[in-house]
């Protein structure tokens, strides 16, 4: 028996919108089907009629239950929003994943952050959420500043321990991360299978246009976007990506070696295939495949379509299943 049915309603689903039926068995979405479609003895059922269902919401970017500096909030003590308040208006906007950030941020040089492990930083974020949620929760790690060499040693625990994602800045003294620091970040993080969030500003350009504005007197928010400028933005990720770009240019030439080497190896066989069955009829096979590298090399035969090359279809199909999916047969 289900837990729960929502009937009636006009489902949105990845294939489109639908007068709908959702079954769910305990916190999962188990089932959607046509009206009636579903037992009709769930312990719940709720008509939604003439609304629209939609599958919860995520929340990519809160920040949560955290102090405000003084010099942003005009008073001392100030805190964000505890996990209670804000999660129950997330829920109530149909947001059912809220994902915050744990790691600190100590942007006042004079109260250095303590150091603790990210599983001790992240485990004290948890234990804040831990009861007080009404929704699901999750957290990206911040890693700030010079960024010490133990600290970046323990990321690849960290997300074995479901941190996916790690956030850092190219700018705000002290949380700025330096370059060099950062590219042992990204290569950690990518080697762990994590992705990187970047707050991706040119610092001098962020810190001249602050004391500039500071000096004219126009220091408000509402000029905010002339600190925070498209060149700005701009210098930072052309900064960040010319240091990826060398690292890629050494994989993908490592990458092209082996991918030579691979085709030269397909078209041989693929050459013996044809030397077996020279005279056999052509037999209209399609094989769609995301592997470009089979057509190419029978291409270099000379093939003027891979697709309609006269092999036996034993043959043709032992490489296929080798090199190719899926296969289809007209």
């Known amino acids: ?9 006009q489902v949105v689903t990845p294939q489109g919108a639908d007068v709908m039926d959702v079954g769910v068995q305990g916190d999962k979405i188990v089932a959607v089907g046509w009206p009636g479609t579903l037992a009709a003895d769930a312990a719940r059922v709720i008509d939604a009629t003439g609304k629209i269902v939609v599958p919860g919401g995520i929340e990519p970017h809160a920040h949560i239950g955290i102090p405000v500096p003084e010099h942003w909030a005009g008073t001392p003590d100030v805190f964000t929003q505890p996990p209670e308040a804000a999660t129950r208006a997330a829920a109530f906007g149909g947001v059912t994943t809220v994902i915050d950030f744990a790691g600190t941020l100590a942007l006042d040089p004079a109260k250095p952050a303590r150091k603790e492990s990210i599983l001790e930083v992240l485990e004290a974020r948890r234990a804040m959420f831990r009861g007080h949620s009404y929704t699901d ?10 960024v010490a060499a133990a600290t ?22 002290p949380i700025r ?42 220091a408000q928010g509402y000029n905010l976007h002339l600190v925070h400028n498209n060149l700005s933005e701009d210098l930072a990720f052309r900064h ?13 030439q490592s990458r092209r070696v082996q991918r030579e080497k ?35 090399a029978a291409l270099a035969l000379g093939a003027v379509d891979y697709l309609r090359k006269p092999l036996r279809l034993e043959s043709l199909l032992e490489i296929a299943e080798r090199y190719c999916r899926p296969v289809f047969l007209n």
Do not use: C, N
């Not at 990826?244 to 050494?250: G, V």
């Open 137 to 146: 929760f999750a957290f990206h790690y911040i890693l700030a500043g010079e």
């Open 152 to 173: 970046v040693g323990q990321i690849g625990e960290a997300v074995q321990e479901g941190v996916a994602s790690f956030k850092i800045f190219t700018t705000f003294r």
């Open 1 to 9: 028996m289900l837990d729960l049915i929502v009937k009636g309603g």
């Open 240 to 252: 960040l990506e010319s240091d990826a770009y060398k690292d890629i240019a050494r994989k993908l």
């Open 262 to 296: 691979y085709i030269a190896q397909v078209r041989d066989e693929l050459r013996q295939e044809l030397k077996k069955s020279p005279d056999l009829a052509s037999i209209p096979i399609v094989i769609l495949s995301g592997h470009g590298d089979v057509r190419e």
């Open 177 to 218: 991360v330096p370059y060099g620091h950062l590219w042992s970040i990204f290569s950690e993080v990518a080697k762990h299978g994590g992705i990187m969030a970047v707050h991706a500003e040119e610092d001098d350009v962020v810190t001249f246009m602050t004391e500039k504005l500071k000096a004219e007197g126009r």
